[in-house]
DNA sequence: CGGCTGCTTGAGCTCTATCAACCCCCGTGG
DNA sequence: CCACGGGGGTTGATAGAGCTCAAGCAGCCG
């Protein structure tokens, strides 16, 4: 199986007639795409912009599921599954999406192979992720988390200001947790905090902290 | 999108000369079917039989991630992302496994979508269920959390004796603390204890449990 | 400048892991 | 037949990581 592709493009992907059949839409910062609970009516392509996937739980507590940037389909896992979308998604950075109704949806999966490989794909290291994860929730302390919590999210966009709030939704951890651990990895010498964006001194020495069995 | 099928016939998804390649094999408990790290070659099909995804991190704590039991593919998140195994797969009830080799697997996606659907249905609501843990990791205490490995395990197969250790890998939580938690059910009167076996004695009520913010 | 939101730090508390003892059940071998 | 051993389960005592609550600081924007 070759690996999925890095960068999508939805001209290769649609005939000229499907694209017409696209619905536009640009979203600001704060705005929800869509909400837990709610039926899936097709799913979503992200030109540009940031997206993150919240559960927000009734006692407050938060978690930060996934983030998506650009030129990716979303939305893909409710409607694949049939069930209502299980998180809500909200914009982080202006958006800028592509929609495809139910009826487009079935027609492209069934016509081009290669838009259900690669969403197949996407879903296919979603799953590792999420189970990395939660084997890192019982094996590794806090500042391990939150070392790959920070790769995760340097790693879908480097420049955005992720805050320590961000942070410990996405690695299961109080924000105040965070900054601790910030300060301890700073101590090793592993991050420098710069106001308030973390700066990488040496991702090598990073990555090797992670397997300490400490 | 029509809800997954809910069980697989190999007859019916396969031709006689695709099923005349198949490689079948038994495995009895405790054996391995694929290791932490190895390179997928094509994917597998449970006929029969109760497997156990796992991780085992160097210091021993151990995770339990999914549980495969009749009639349904697996390796294939492996397969499709296109990278090592990230957890090992081991068997809990004697199973019948069909093998496809990358060759057939390759040809079986590309000439019958059902399978590469199937395939992405099942890996959506994996990635559900896993997203679902992570956010109760935080979100829900010990107990709960037991119960919702008792749910899931008891779903998978109703007759199988699993043990607290194995309730407890899968909830992140250390036998003691699964043995402690299901006192507290017990005492609640949401399960009994015959022995080493566990017996859900209202469900509703249990499932009102995992909802309520204490 | 004021105000808001994010960040940091401290003190105390809680939940769960850890360590340890013991029981029960069952299979094995003398 | 009984002694033994091992795995699963339960229960108790203790310690520690991270949460909670609280206060104060820092960066950013009107």
Redesign the pocket.
Known sequence: MQQPATRLNLKELLTDQQRARLISKTYRPGETIYSEGEDPKGIFFLKSGILALTYNSENG?ESLLRVFTNCVFFGHRSYLAADQYHATLTVLKEAEIRFLDQELTEEVFAQNPKVLLHVAQTMAVDLRNAENRLRDM?G????Q?VIEALLYLKHKNEDF??????I?EFC????????????ELESLNLIR?E???IAIVDELKLVDYLNEPS
């Open positions: 507590a019982v590794k302390k806090a500042s988390r200001p992720w805050t320590r709030r961000e410990g299961g951890v109080k924000t105040e947790t965070v900054s601790r651990a910030l300060g905090r106001g308030r964006s």
